[in-house]
């Protein structure tokens, strides 16, 4: 019910003074794309129209109204809501790639399905069943493979990951099944799509029997951290990004790095920064590479613009605008090489660069914190 | 021929359309129904039948014959066919067989197994009277138990058929094909009452005490009339042609005399001969005041008649019977000879002065004319009767003048053809169906259209002539002994080879296989009822023919050739449709520019446009677009779309392919 | 996997309409003995998507019959279906879904002449393999 999902998010409570839209970063490109707009006719007419509405696929769910909102209103989870509803009233925004990773996740979610995952572990990386960490992939492999023509090397994520991990001592647990999180058929409200996949999940991490999951992917902890405990309880289990795991031990123990003389500069992924405030940890890890020249950008931290698009759903032309701008801006920071810690944010921002039309000026490389991390450890 | 298909179709060429795959469209425009179809009284779509005759669906042109003629097997053997005076064909040579192919068809059927009818759903409680077993009456009776009303026929002789069982002789039309389809029409419900003469049995008032809303009186026309010279009535021997078939029919078979004179020229005098060479007359005369010319029998049936050993006199009327001993011994004739014509247009015979003879006879068989027995009706009925004791009835609704009461066959018209009978039967239901429902019984229905007046134009031009396939018949020594069917049936191959005769008048054969042979329902047909058209609704139909109609003629491909058939309401309407194109095209919105879809087409139908915000959009040009949809595919954002094979579209063929499976296999276990 | 003797495949066969495969021209889709044939109007439609779908929704096995390299009606269509089969081939892989049961075959088929041994043969592999574990019976 539209009614329940106002209660929940306390939408009602709109003040109707649109900050939200001021700082919408979808609103500055598509400026029929209004969050204030989108509540005050929700809640004005909850048997409205709204869930036809095709502008409810167009939030990023990044989360920056949220923050600026002095009502509180969950405007994240409130489209989360709304887009389950529509979902089950048959409308759906437009999904990326013919819709391709929803038949891959399905699949996958499927228990008689034994996937062949682990090509990437190689013999050089150590990893062992008896660990009290777990490295958990998610869809890397996939990813990979999918967007192989990006040239992004999404796969070395994984392998450096390992790497660092075996650097600290640490041989983790990998496992052959695990499926994805779920993240994107949640946000898309597909809830049945993701109860089954993080089934299947909970079941495997359950019986793995670690103390430490780590992931490089944000919307993975996101997931694992905040949303599996609504539907499962908890795991017992500390979820851990990559990021927070180095800080960690660099603070701790003394290490020796490579130094590697770039100028970088950081975009913090939604999902971790402003969902999870891990702001901190991945700039302590930049800062302890030596040689290392680290720039902010004009918006970083809780003000952070998103890479455009989110959950494989309506990635448009303001998509690309938004990630056109972000590009420039990290490019005008003098900085050869962006850093992020998703997977996602590295997809995005390569593909944006991809096309021959793109502006030379502002061509920037974009890699994963853990690869360059890997690299300054001695590298692969 | 191909100039009139040219003028009917306007080719469009289209570079598109989805499912049927095709790359033109083709719009029809049915200029006119042919002239068979007008011709017919009782509208039946005979190009349509002739049409499936040449693809071998006989069952479907069957199906096509019953829908506006109940009784295909008795009109095959005993219609006059006016369907095949009207044939374009004679032009060319002769006309296309149209009644023995409708013969063929039915007996096919009887031959491959009749489809036993099915008893109809009675939706209304009203229920209606029909009065008299014939063609009329069954063909009334035939639509209104498939209207949903109850319908009790009643027959005074202890046969049904009316005249076709009493007036037809065997050898012509034999009782199982009566009984047969008689049978498919009581079949659905419809109640026969034999044995029971109105009037007598049951009275007509009686009809509407017994809660019967309406009555049909389909008497015929069973009373021989007066030949009106003298001797007649004195002598014992004549006998009226419709009382001696009648005798015959109800199982008398003595012979009627050694001798026998026939005086009359229609069908019922010819029957009436042959009937008696059966029985063993051993001379017999026919006597007709015209000229063979005049004669109003069909001459096929002359023809055979001479051929069996009847004498035919031509130009010679009856003057007197002469008798002895209180019998008959023979009539005196006079020649005759023919002046101006007469209000029937045929030429009044004039008798020649002294020129009197005698022809030898032990019977005299007058077969002039018949009228209708109306001696049932009560006095306190003042139905308007004619002065040749026909009912006058409105020509549209063939109501009589008493509210509930109608009329049609036979009686109405006097002695007339089965197929007219059936057109009567048809209009009466459609009036009995309107005046039960309280509607207006003539409101919309236009008087039949005239042949003139469709002026239809063939090119007959360059059509060769292709012999007319005979009708294969018994062999002379094997008719007299009995009462064995003279005319044969086509084989299938000479009626496919007959059928193809047919010049197609007008673009469409009628196929009508555009409806169900179209998968995707893209072709729709108004079909209007020819009896029940619901005036308030609008025709409406869409036609898309995706097959060039020139290649369909007769090769196997025909079988899948949609090709349509257009409402007559509009007939002068051109329709034409727009489909639209198979081609890619971009959500402007959705375009991220990337270009993906540039570097993929070679036809450089994608362009990308610069937005002036640094960002480009791809558009795609659509004349240059073949519709390949590999830009689609490529598509990471989704933004180019397609007008035909959308994916929710190939989804749901991927669903319907693997759930049929499943519907298989369980019908196997 | 279990493999059942009475297992029969349910086989998505998908062609172009120019390749010759198929028999008439109006039906997208036809049956034949040992599979299902959905026409397209070049396999240059064929996407992953469509192709991981089709087996998200229980087919066992997916044949894409497209004219030979070099004579695609459009030119290009069928190496942009090279392309997205190989790719979808090696997500079967790493699905554990095996890439065989993926099966692109690039040339003109006559009615009779090849296209039944393939089919065969294809038949027999996808047999060996067992069911699609989505295939819902």
Same mark, same amino acid.
């Given at each position: 019910?539209?009614?329940?999902?106002?209660?929940?998010?306390?939408?009602?409570?709109?003040?109707?003074?649109?900050?939200?839209?001021?700082?919408?970063?979808?609103?500055?490109?598509?400026?029929?794309?209004?969050?204030?707009?989108?509540?005050?006719?929700?809640?004005?007419?909850?048997?409205?129209?709204?869930?036809?509405?095709?502008?409810?696929?167009?939030?990023?769910?990044?989360?920056?109204?949220?923050?600026?909102?002095?009502?509180?209103?969950?405007?994240?989870?409130?489209?989360?809501?709304?887009?389950?509803?529509?979902?089950?009233?048959?409308?759906?925004?437009?999904?990326?790639?013919?819709?391709?990773?929803?038949?891959?996740?399905?699949?996958?979610?499927?228990?008689?399905?034994?996937?062949?995952?682990?090509?990437?572990?190689?013999?050089?990386?150590?990893?062992?069943?008896?660990?009290?960490?777990?490295?958990?992939?998610?869809?890397?492999?996939?990813?990979?493979?999918?967007?192989?023509?990006?040239?992004?090397?999404?796969?070395?994520?994984?392998?450096?990951?390992?790497?660092?991990?075996?650097?600290?001592?640490?041989?983790?647990?990998?496992?052959?099944?695990?499926?994805?999180?779920?993240?994107?058929?949640?946000?898309?409200?597909?809830?049945?799509?993701?109860?089954?996949?993080?089934?299947?999940?909970?079941?495997?991490?359950?019986?793995?029997?670690?103390?430490?999951?780590?992931?490089?992917?944000?919307?993975?902890?996101?997931?694992?951290?905040?949303?599996?405990?609504?539907?499962?309880?908890?795991?017992?289990?500390?979820?851990?990004?990559?990021?927070?795991?180095?800080?960690?031990?660099?603070?701790?123990?003394?290490?020796?790095?490579?130094?590697?003389?770039?100028?970088?500069?950081?975009?913090?992924?939604?999902?971790?920064?402003?969902?999870?405030?891990?702001?901190?940890?991945?700039?302590?890890?930049?800062?302890?590479?030596?040689?290392?020249?680290?720039?902010?950008?004009?918006?970083?931290?809780?003000?952070?613009?998103?890479?455009?698009?989110?959950?494989?759903?309506?990635?448009?032309?303001?998509?690309?605008?938004?990630?056109?701008?972000?590009?420039?801006?990290?490019?005008?920071?003098?900085?050869?090489?962006?850093?992020?810690?998703?997977?996602?944010?590295?997809?995005?921002?390569?593909?944006?660069?991809?096309?021959?039309?793109?502006?030379?000026?502002?061509?920037?490389?974009?890699?994963?914190?853990?690869?360059?991390?890997?690299?300054?450890?001695?590298?692969? | 021929?191909?100039?009139?298909?040219?003028?009917?179709?306007?080719?469009?060429?289209?570079?598109?359309?989805?499912?049927?795959?095709?790359?033109?469209?083709?719009?029809?425009?049915?200029?006119?129904?042919?002239?068979?179809?007008?011709?017919?009284?009782?509208?039946?779509?005979?190009?349509?039948?002739?049409?499936?005759?040449?693809?071998?669906?006989?069952?479907?042109?069957?199906?096509?014959?019953?829908?506006?003629?109940?009784?295909?097997?008795?009109?095959?053997?005993?219609?006059?066919?006016? %369907?095949?005076?009207? %044939?374009?064909?004679?032009?060319?040579?002769?006309?296309?067989?149209?009644?023995?192919?409708?013969?063929?068809?039915?007996?096919?059927?009887?031959?491959?197994?009749?489809?036993?009818?099915?008893?109809?759903?009675?939706?209304?409680?009203?229920?209606?009277?029909?009065?008299?077993?014939?063609?009329?009456?069954?063909?009334?009776?035939?639509?209104?138990?498939?209207?949903?009303?109850?319908?009790?026929?009643?027959?005074?002789?202890?046969?049904?058929?009316?005249?076709?069982?009493?007036?037809?002789?065997?050898? /012509?039309?034999?009782?199982?094909?009566?009984?047969?389809?008689?049978?498919?029409?009581?079949?659905?419900?419809?109640?026969?009452?034999?044995?029971?003469?109105?009037?007598?049995?049951?009275?007509?008032?009686?009809?509407?005490?017994?809660?019967?809303?309406?009555?049909?009186?389909?008497?015929?026309?069973?009373?021989?009339?007066?030949?009106?010279?003298?001797?007649?009535?004195?002598?014992?021997?004549?006998?009226?042609?419709?009382?001696?078939?009648?005798?015959?029919?109800?199982?008398?078979?003595?012979?009627?005399?050694?001798?026998?004179?026939?005086?009359?020229?229609?069908?019922?005098?010819?029957?009436?001969?042959?009937?008696?060479?059966?029985?063993?007359?051993?001379?017999?005369?026919?006597?007709?005041?015209?000229? /063979?010319?005049?004669?109003?029998?069909?001459?096929?049936?002359?023809?055979?008649?001479?051929?069996?050993?009847?004498?035919?006199?031509?130009?010679?009327?009856?003057?007197?019977?002469?008798?002895?001993?209180?019998?008959?011994?023979?009539?005196?004739?006079?020649?005759?000879?023919?002046?101006?014509?007469?209000?029937?247009?045929?030429?009044?015979?004039?008798?020649?002065?002294?020129?009197?003879?005698?022809?030898?006879?032990?019977?005299?068989?007058?077969?002039?004319?018949?009228?209708?027995?109306?001696?049932?009706?009560?006095?306190?009925?003042?139905?308007?009767?004619?002065?040749?004791?026909?009912?006058?009835?409105?020509?549209?609704?063939?109501?009589?003048?008493?509210?509930?009461?109608?009329?049609?066959?036979?009686?109405?018209?006097? *002695?007339?053809?089965?197929?007219?009978?059936?057109?009567?039967?048809?209009?009466?239901?459609?009036?009995?169906?309107?005046?039960?429902?309280?509607?207006?019984?003539?409101?919309?229905?236009?008087?039949?259209?005239?042949?003139?007046?469709?002026?239809?134009?063939?090119?007959?031009?360059?059509?060769?002539?292709?012999?007319?396939? *005979?009708?294969?018949?018994?062999?002379?020594?094997?008719?007299?002994?009995?009462?064995?069917?003279?005319?044969?049936?086509?084989?299938?191959?000479?009626?496919?080879?007959?059928?193809?005769?047919?010049?197609?008048?007008?673009?469409?054969?009628? %196929?009508?296989?555009?409806?169900?042979?179209?998968?995707?329902?893209?072709?729709?047909?108004?079909?209007?009822?020819?009896?029940?058209?619901?005036?308030?609704?609008?025709?409406?139909?869409?036609?898309?023919? *995706?097959?060039?109609?020139?290649?369909?003629?007769?090769?196997?491909?025909?079988?899948?050739?949609?090709?349509?058939?257009?409402?007559?309401?509009?007939?002068?309407?051109?329709?034409?449709?727009?489909?639209?194109?198979?081609?890619?095209?971009?959500?402007?919105?959705?375009?991220?520019?990337?270009?993906?879809?540039?570097?993929?087409?070679?036809?450089?139908?994608?362009?990308?446009?610069?937005?002036?915000?640094?960002?480009?959009?791809?558009?795609?040009?659509?004349?240059?677009?073949?519709?390949?949809?590999?830009?689609?595919?490529?598509?990471?954002?989704?933004?180019?779309?397609?007008?035909?094979?959308?994916?929710?579209?190939?989804?749901?063929?991927?669903?319907? %392919?693997?759930?049929?499976?499943?519907?298989?296999?369980?019908?196997?276990? | 996997?279990? @493999?059942?003797?009475?297992?029969?495949?349910?086989?998505? =066969?998908?062609?172009?309409?120019?390749?010759?495969?198929?028999?008439?021209?109006?039906?997208?889709?036809?049956?034949?003995?040992?599979?299902?044939?959905?026409?397209?109007?070049?396999?240059?439609?064929?996407?992953? =998507?469509?192709?991981?779908?089709?087996?998200?929704?229980?087919?066992?096995?997916?044949?894409?019959?497209?004219?030979?390299?070099?004579?695609?009606?459009?030119?290009?269509?069928?190496?942009?279906?090279?392309?997205?089969?190989?790719?979808? @081939?090696?997500?079967?892989?790493?699905?554990?879904?095996?890439?065989?049961?993926?099966?692109?075959?690039?040339?003109?088929?006559? @009615?009779?002449?090849?296209?039944?041994?393939?089919?065969?043969?294809?038949? @027999?592999?996808?047999?060996?393999?067992?069911?699609?574990?989505?295939?819902?019976?």
């Amino acid at each position: 019910m539209i009614t329940d999902i106002i209660k929940k998010t306390k939408a009602y409570f709109c003040l109707d003074c649109g900050k939200c839209t001021a700082i919408c970063p979808v609103t500055r490109y598509n400026r029929s794309y209004s969050p204030r707009k989108l509540v005050i006719k929700t809640v004005n007419s909850p048997d409205g129209n709204t869930l036809s509405d095709e502008r409810l696929w167009n939030c990023l769910s990044c989360m920056m109204c949220q923050l600026r909102c002095p009502s509180g209103i969950d405007y994240i989870e409130f489209t989360k809501l709304m887009r389950k509803d529509a979902r089950e009233s048959g409308f759906l925004g437009q999904s990326t790639h013919g819709n391709v990773f929803e038949s891959l996740w399905k699949i996958m979610a499927n228990t008689k399905i034994n996937q062949n995952r682990l090509n990437w572990v190689t013999s050089d990386l150590k990893v062992s069943d008896n660990s009290e960490y777990l490295y958990f992939v998610g869809c890397l492999p996939y990813f990979d493979q999918f967007f192989s023509d990006l040239n992004a090397q999404i796969i070395k994520i994984a392998q450096s990951t390992v790497k660092i991990l075996n650097f600290f001592g640490v041989e983790p647990k990998i496992l052959k099944d695990e499926c994805c999180c779920g993240h994107d058929l949640l946000w898309t409200g597909d809830l049945d799509g993701f109860k089954s996949l993080a089934e299947k999940n909970v079941k495997l991490l359950k019986d793995a029997n670690v103390k430490y999951v780590i992931t490089t992917c944000p919307e993975g902890l996101v997931t694992f951290r905040f949303d599996y405990p609504k539907f499962f309880g908890d795991l017992g289990i500390k979820f851990l990004h990559i990021t927070e795991f180095i800080s960690e031990k660099i603070t701790s123990e003394r290490i020796e790095l490579k130094p590697l003389n770039k100028k970088v500069t950081y975009q913090d992924p939604c999902r971790l920064g402003r969902y999870l405030g891990i702001y901190q940890q991945p700039r302590e890890v930049i800062g302890s590479i030596p040689g290392i020249e680290f720039k902010e950008m004009e918006r970083s931290g809780r003000k952070s613009v998103c890479c455009g698009t989110s959950c494989w759903t309506n990635c448009d032309r303001y998509s690309k605008l938004m990630q056109m701008d972000r590009l420039k801006e990290a490019k005008s920071t003098g900085a050869e090489l962006l850093l992020t810690a998703c997977p996602k944010c590295l997809i995005h921002f390569s593909c944006a660069q991809k096309d021959e039309n793109y502006p030379e000026e502002n061509r920037i490389k974009v890699a994963d914190l853990t690869t360059i991390f890997c690299e300054a450890l001695g590298g692969i | 021929m191909i100039d009139a298909l040219r003028v009917a179709l306007q080719k469009e060429q289209i570079k598109l359309n989805f499912p049927e795959l095709s790359k033109e469209i083709h719009t029809l425009t049915r200029l006119e129904p042919s002239a068979c179809k007008v011709a017919c009284p009782a509208g039946v779509d005979v190009k349509a039948y002739v049409g499936l005759i040449i693809a071998r669906r006989f069952d479907e042109a069957l199906e096509v014959v019953k829908q506006t003629n109940p009784l295909p097997g008795i009109c095959g053997r005993v219609c006059t066919h006016p %369907c095949e005076s009207e %044939c374009n064909r004679r032009k060319v040579d002769e006309p296309v067989a149209i009644c023995a192919l409708k013969r063929f068809i039915a007996d096919w059927e009887l031959k491959n197994g009749t489809k036993k009818s099915r008893p109809v759903e009675r939706t209304k409680k009203e229920r209606v009277a029909i009065v008299g077993s014939g063609p009329a009456g069954l063909t009334c009776a035939n639509d209104l138990i498939r209207k949903g009303y109850g319908v009790t026929i009643f027959e005074a002789l202890p046969i049904p058929g009316g005249m076709l069982t009493a007036g037809i002789p065997p050898f /012509r039309l034999p009782r199982e094909i009566i009984q047969t389809e008689i049978e498919a029409i009581t079949d659905l419900g419809v109640e026969l009452l034999t044995n029971t003469r109105v009037g007598e049995d049951i009275g007509l008032e009686e009809l509407l005490e017994k809660n019967y809303q309406a009555v049909f009186m389909a008497i015929g026309a069973h009373k021989g009339l007066k030949l009106g010279i003298p001797g007649e009535g004195e002598y014992q021997g004549i006998l009226d042609a419709v009382d001696f078939l009648r005798r015959v029919s109800t199982g008398d078979k003595t012979r009627p005399g050694r001798r026998a004179i026939i005086i009359g020229g229609g069908n019922s005098a010819i029957d009436a001969s042959r009937t008696a060479l059966r029985l063993g007359c051993e001379e017999i005369t026919i006597v007709y005041r015209r000229s /063979r010319k005049e004669m109003p029998a069909a001459s096929a049936e002359i023809e055979e008649a001479e051929k069996e050993g009847v004498k035919l006199r031509y130009l010679t009327a009856p003057g007197r019977v002469l008798g002895k001993n209180g019998k008959v011994v023979g009539m005196e004739c006079i020649k005759m000879r023919l002046g101006e014509p007469d209000s029937s247009g045929r030429r009044r015979p004039i008798p020649l002065e002294g020129s009197e003879f005698t022809i030898e006879a032990d019977v005299i068989i007058p077969a002039i004319s018949q009228k209708p027995d109306i001696s049932f009706l009560p006095k306190k009925f003042e139905f308007r009767i004619s002065k040749w004791d026909t009912f006058e009835v409105d020509p549209v609704t063939f109501a009589t003048n008493i509210p509930g009461f109608f009329a049609g066959g036979d009686a109405v018209t006097g *002695p007339s053809t089965v197929i007219d009978a059936i057109a009567h039967g048809h209009f009466a239901a459609r009036s009995i169906d309107r005046y039960i429902s309280h509607k207006d019984l003539k409101k919309g229905i236009d008087p039949a259209p005239k042949l003139s007046e469709w002026g239809f134009k063939l090119e007959i031009e360059g059509e060769k002539p292709i012999e007319r396939n *005979p009708i294969p018949r018994l062999p002379l020594e094997q008719r007299l002994h009995g009462f064995e069917e003279v005319d044969l049936c086509f084989t299938e191959e000479m009626a496919v080879a007959e059928a193809k005769r047919c010049l197609r008048c007008g673009p469409c054969i009628e %196929c009508r296989e555009c409806v169900p042979g179209c998968s995707k329902r893209l072709v729709m047909l108004h079909f209007p009822d020819e009896y029940d058209q619901d005036l308030e609704k609008i025709p409406e139909f869409i036609l898309r023919v *995706p097959v060039d109609p020139k290649k369909l003629p007769w090769d196997e491909r025909s079988k899948k050739v949609l090709l349509s058939w257009i409402d007559e309401e509009e007939k002068k309407r051109e329709l034409s449709l727009t489909l639209e194109p198979i081609v890619c095209y971009v959500d402007r919105d959705l375009c991220r520019g990337c270009g993906d879809c540039v570097k993929i087409c070679e036809y450089n139908a994608v362009e990308l446009k610069p937005c002036g915000d640094g960002t480009f959009v791809s558009e795609i040009d659509q004349a240059l677009c073949k519709g390949c949809d590999t830009c689609l595919a490529a598509c990471p954002s989704g933004a180019i779309k397609a007008k035909h094979f959308t994916s929710q579209r190939i989804e749901k063929l991927i669903d319907s %392919c693997l759930s049929k499976n499943e519907r298989k296999n369980e019908s196997k276990k | 996997m279990n @493999q059942r003797s009475d297992f029969q495949p349910k086989i998505i =066969a998908f062609a172009c309409h120019w390749c010759g495969i198929g028999r008439n021209e109006i039906n997208p889709v036809e049956e034949f003995p040992k599979f299902k044939l959905i026409k397209l109007l070049c396999t240059g439609r064929i996407s992953s =998507a469509l192709l991981l779908k089709t087996f998200e929704k229980g087919a066992d096995g997916v044949v894409v019959f497209g004219c030979p390299e070099g004579k695609c009606h459009y030119n290009f269509g069928n190496k942009n279906a090279i392309k997205e089969c190989k790719l979808s @081939q090696s997500m079967l892989d790493l699905l554990g879904m095996n890439g065989k049961r993926l099966r692109s075959e690039f040339d003109f088929f006559d @009615q009779d002449g090849g296209l039944d041994e393939i089919m065969d043969e294809f038949v @027999q592999n996808v047999k060996e393999l067992g069911p699609n574990p989505l295939r819902i019976d």
